[in-house]
Nanobody, 124 residues
Framework: QVQLVESGGGLVQAGGSLRLSCAAS????????MGWFRQAPGKEREYVAT????????YYADSVKGRFTISRDNAKNTVWLQMNSLKPEDTAVYYC?????????????????WGQGTQVTVSS
């Protein structure tokens, strides 16, 4: 069993920055790919970024590329999402996920574990 706990969300003005953290319990963290997703009101859950178990290879959605950075420290069982140059359209609940992967038609994204989410609100 793995528990994921996100923190670091809040209210920020457009152009500002936030750093989200996801603390994981369980011994499988260091062997798990980790990801960040977000869901805005009335919209489906959206992929933001993922990072391989080694932390060497990050991937980003086009909408956040160049502004967000995903990183991890396996010794601390933690993955971060540094968000810079925030825009109002980045407003959403952000979720951390372990071993995320695309689901089938109409399934959206699947993961071994999801966090409870942290709210990010960007004002214009």
């Amino acid at each position: 069993q793995v528990q994921l706990v996100e923190s670091g969300g809040g209210l920020v003005q457009a152009g500002g920055s936030l750093r989200l953290s996801c603390a994981a319990s369980g011994r499988t963290f260091s062997s798990s790919a980790m990801g960040w997703f977000r869901q805005a009101p009335g919209k489906e859950r959206e992929y933001v970024a993922t990072i391989t178990w080694s932390g060497l290879i990050p991937y980003y959605a086009d909408s956040v590329k160049g502004r967000f950075t995903i990183s991890r420290d396996n010794a601390k069982n933690t993955v971060w999402l540094q968000m810079n140059s925030l825009k109002p359209e980045d407003t959403a609940v952000y979720y951390c996920a372990a071993n995320p992967r695309p689901g089938g038609p109409k399934q959206g994204y699947l993961a071994d574990y999801w966090g409870q989410g942290t709210q990010v609100t960007v004002s214009s």
